[in-house]
């Protein structure tokens, strides 16, 4: 079988200049998808590769059709170079076994492999178990899209969903999210800053600075002499050197796309970024945005911008807070400097190696690029769109407002965006205990009928007064309530003993005759638990219990960390 005639490419993607166009046929043949993509169609035009397998002929049909038709359906460039990639790594193995590999038996080659993976991650720790998970994942549900199953293949493996740990929603993590985040988007600032339509046209390094005393070199294309130098394996000519000098003018001196690409597609994706950062769209949504004649109308506390067409009002297509018009229309001037402002190009249009323009939503490479060289955590999209949303539900406290504003549903953005904040948590808990708990749980052990305090009669000028913070304030307070039940009684008992640690570390004035509050609470304590002592055997039993407990140094939970700072103060004095 002439492998020729059969067409495994993907005509409908758009290839840079030194971009390997994607074809599926090497996957045909043994040893083909280990084989390096860049050779690999001249290998098999020299026969290297041995006979396609028909037996595989079927199955690898089916796969280019599916992701091929996701391809033309709108679907994610990357998510299909993904698809590819994994077929490319399971056909490798199954080469590397000397398996064979149909239609029909590709259900059973499918377990072994998992069977593999697992092996990877449990004895040779090569693989980790979010890889294991996500690499058997994508696999079966191509698969089973190809052998048109019901039921999933992973199913029938022994590879698992991994336990979520959750996420930290501590207030450090918290904070040092916030910190990362605004970290870079500082350097997306300074970046653009520094990309002015003189330095990308400037002679070669552009330098930029940055707000921390850093410094990037972007050369643009143009390798760094001391990288060039260090290639050399042997002394050049003259006529090599005056060779290498006259490239090297030429292409400092030539201000065009061609050499320029690198530093306008810096630009646009950080530009990109920062768009995504203030109006909240996807990154399908921005990538795909085209140029209009765009019109702001005043709305809450920035623009509604519009495209008008035809003198009607035309549709909203995003907004921007009032403080962003001023950099969008800064950068819309830098696009025309390199782009034609025709209608329906895009607003930010990415440039392949060659000056094509990428349709496809870009992958920020340029941006990670300089991330890595500076040790700066980068914050993808979807990120920069979660950080917005739950900082404006963190301000605002109005989920529906947030969620219009997103163009989400309610639903939606609590059950995807919304990440829990202890703070706010602490807060809403305490209003709905307010709103449906008849009775209040007060600082002391106990309940409280109104959160109103009042002193009660007859009470020491020196004892705490009742506030609804201290505990020792609610002992005095007319709104507090003892609890029938040894738990209670045993919550006494520990408070008490907690006040006699407080006293025994106070140093009185030699002429000092007032009587310290921890004295005052620890006499109504004792009175309290006379009175439980006296009024029936049950409670008299809960007495003595409760005192074996703190004799034994077992305190109620309540008090048992104070008392275990009090008891180490006291050692220390």
Known sequence: ????????????????????????????????????????????????????????????????????????????????????????????????????????????????????????????????????????????????RALDRQASLSKNSRIRKPRSR????????????????????????????????????GPLPVIIRLRTGQVLEQWSGLPRPEKAAARRTRPQSLAQIETSRSTRIAWNEDKTPRTRYSLINLRIESELLIFIAQTGLNLQQAHTLRLEQFHYTSHLDGYQVRTYKNRREGEVLFEIFASYREWFDRYLKWRADWFSNEQDELLFPLIRCGGRIMESAPQFTKVLSICRELGIT?????????????????????????????????????????APHPQIAMVEITRFHQQTDPSLSPPAPGRCVSATPESVDAMSENAPRPDCINAAGCLFCTQHRDIDSQDHVWSLFSLRHLKSLELACYGPPTLAKTEHPALLVIERL?????????????????IEEAKARICEGDYHPSWDGFIRLAELRRRTL
């Open 1 to 144: 079988m002439n492998s020729s005639d059969i067409d495994l490419t993907f005509p409908m993607l758009e290839y840079g200049a030194t971009e390997t166009s994607w074809d599926l046929r090497p996957l045909l043949f043994r040893g083909g998808a280990a084989a390096k993509v860049k050779h690999v169609a001249r290998q098999i035009a020299r026969g290297e590769m041995g006979n396609p397998l028909p037996e595989r002929i079927e199955l690898v049909t089916r796969l280019h059709q599916l992701i091929a038709d996701d391809l033309t359906g709108g679907g994610s460039r990357f998510s299909a170079k993904n698809k590819i990639g994994v077929l490319r790594k399971f056909f490798a193995w199954i080469d590397s076994e000397a398996g064979n590999l149909s239609f029909e038996s590709v259900a059973d080659t499918f377990i072994s492999w998992t069977e593999h993976l697992r092996y990877r991650h449990l004895v040779e720790r090569s693989l980790s178990e979010r890889s294991l998970y996500d690499l058997a994942k994508l696999t079966a549900t191509m698969l089973d």
């Open 166 to 201: 959750g996420k930290v929603h501590s207030g450090k993590a918290d904070k040092q999210n916030l910190h990362d985040t605004f970290a870079f988007g500082h350097l997306l600032t300074d970046v653009c800053n520094a990309l002015t339509p003189e330095a990308t046209i």
């Open 378 to 418: 980068i914050v993808g999209p979807q990120k920069l769109r979660g950080t917005r949303i739950n900082w404006l539900l963190r301000e605002s406290q109005n989920a529906h407002q947030v969620a219009e504003l997103a163009q989400h549903t309610l639903e939606t953005l609590i059950r995807v965006y919304a």
């Open 526 to 542: 004792t009175a309290k638990l006379r009175f439980y002592e006296e009024s029936s055997e049950v409670r008299r039993l809960w």
